[in-house]
């Protein structure tokens, strides 16, 4: 019932134009108030119910101070978060935006397959849970049904403003446009920063230029699978990945306002991308309850998020990201990601290249990923995590500042 009259009254607000923006703001609003109001009253029932099955965290001695005093802290916390995400965007957001549909997706599909790890490690006693190419696996085939809908289906669209001569540019040249679906996106700290997928090969002749479209959809499967991944590998440590991932969101929400706002989009010279507004509610939704799980998340942990939330909210941003054409500024916006993700392939590389080389494997850091090397040189949780979230936030405002810097 409060779909079909957020469905009538997107209808009327569209009469006047920039109004529907206003409305937009409204169910954002909401959104957000939702959000943080089920992860802060219904998380701590979950946690009581987790404790009561004996849904405890498995901890591997790794030498750190505190570790061994968070055996048994309730695991699959991350059904807080999905739960505070999914609620609130089913009852403000419009369900017939593709957009939405994709993001309702993607985070069923992945909280799914975090889901199952975590039941693996809990109750069947199994500490490694999913095996590995069952995640890579789930994570590829989120992204062919990411890369396959962005690519082929057709209210997928891009503002293409028509010169004199003809030509177009995704920015406002003129009053004349047209949407078109389009494989354009965004290249940061450029002025004419529109880079067209099939046109990555034109030099090598009209066949290669034909075939370089298709090398979006692995490029999709790649950044899904990054970012989630990297999501996963910086939840070490309380609060850091559910902090850092609001920080993430609430950026990506700008971005998808001001991308699905002719107003803003002509100001700031972007491309404007019609209906990608209606996701500044759902990423009001992922911040909330990012938010209000770190209530519960911030040291002394009461909860982890386990596989379940950190998979999810990985893939969403990735997925995200993909929508609003800002990919290409993933490494920024997630450096913690990236850099947790690198300092763990660097280590385990230079660990087999010394064995191999000298008989014996050496260390770039004390232990990987990143955060666990500042454990070991004695660093206190908490300083870790604030500081990560200052270094998150400084990326944040530099994601941000590729708006106007070209």
């Keep these: ?19 529907v923006f206003q409305y937009i703001s409204f169910r954002a609003g909401m959104a957000v108030l939702v959000s943080l109001l089920i992860a802060m009253i219904f998380g701590g029932k979950l946690i009581r119910v987790l404790q009561r099955k004996q849904v405890g965290e498995s901890i591997r001695d790794l030498g750190l101070e505190g570790q061994m005093e968070k055996k048994g802290t309730p695991t699959m ?13 089913l009852l403000f957001a419009r369900l017939d935006n593709i957009y939405i549909i994709l ?13 199952l790890d975590d039941y693996i490690k809990v109750f069947r006693k199994n500490k490694e849970g999913l095996a590995g190419r069952f995640k890579i696996l789930g994570q590829v085939g989120l992204g062919l049904i990411v890369g396959l809908t962005l690519y082929f289906n057709d209210d997928v669209v891009v503002r293409q403003y028509i010169f004199a001569d003809g030509s177009t540019s995704a920015v406002n040249a003129s009053r004349h446009y047209v949407d078109v679906h389009s ?3 965004t290249i940061p700290f450029r002025k004419n920063n529109e880079l067209d997928y099939c046109n990555l090969f034109a030099f090598a002749g009209p066949l290669f230029q034909n075939w370089s479209c ?19 590998i910086t939840d070490g440590i309380d609060g850091l990945a559910a902090g850092t991932s609001a920080i993430i969101g609430l950026t990506l929400a700008i971005f998808a306002w001001v991308s699905g706002n002719t107003i803003f989009a002509d100001y700031l010279d972007i491309m404007f991308i019609p209906n990608s507004g209606e996701l500044t509610i759902f990423c009001l939704a992922f911040v909330g309850a990012c938010v209000g799980f770190l209530w519960y998340n911030t040291y002394p942990a009461q909860v982890f998020m386990g596989d379940t939330g950190s998979l999810a909210i990985g893939g969403i941003i990735a997925v995200l990201a993909l ?3 800002k990919e290409l500024l993933i490494p920024i916006l997630c450096g913690i ?20 080389k000298y008989g014996e494997g050496r260390r770039i850091f004390k232990m990987s990923p990143l955060h666990h090397h500042y454990q070991m040189l004695g660093y206190h949780e908490s300083k870790i995590v604030g500081r990560f979230w200052i270094v998150g936030i400084m990326l944040a405002i530099l994601t941000l500042a590729t708006l106007k810097l070209r």
């Design 1 to 19: 019932m409060l779909y079909h009259l957020f469905t009538y009254l997107d209808r009327e607000y569209d009469l006047l134009g920039a109004g």
């Design 77 to 89: 916390g991350g059904l807080i978060i999905l739960l505070a995400i999914l609620v609130p965007t």
């Design 103 to 115: 993001m309702l997706v993607s985070t069923v599909w992945l909280g799914a397959i975090g889901f």
């Design 183 to 185: 494989m354009i996106t």
């Design 214 to 232: 298709y090398l979006y959809i692995p490029f999709v499967i790649l950044v899904i699978t990054a970012v989630s991944n990297g999501a996963n």
């Design 323 to 325: 929508i609003v054409r």
């Design 337 to 356: 990601f990236l850099i947790e993700n690198l300092s763990v392939m660097l280590q385990v590389s230079y660990f087999k290249y010394t064995k191999k």
